[in-house]
């Protein structure tokens, strides 16, 4: 059985790799649209 703390810890460093990855993506995105023109 994981501990309340373990499941926080998880949850919380998968909220920070899908945020971190969503921000680089939109940076990414917008860049393109940037060089596009």
């Known amino acids: 059985m994981y501990s309340i ?4 810890l998880v ?7 899908l ?3 969503a ?3 939109a940076m990414y995105y917008s ?5 596009d023109r």
């Not at 703390?5 to 926080?8: A, D, E, S, Y």
């Open 31 to 35: 860049v393109q649209r940037e060089v």
């Open 23 to 25: 921000t680089g993506a």
């Open 5 to 8: 703390k373990t499941r926080l």
């Open 19 to 21: 945020t971190t990855i």
């Open 11 to 17: 949850a919380l460093s998968i909220v920070l790799t």
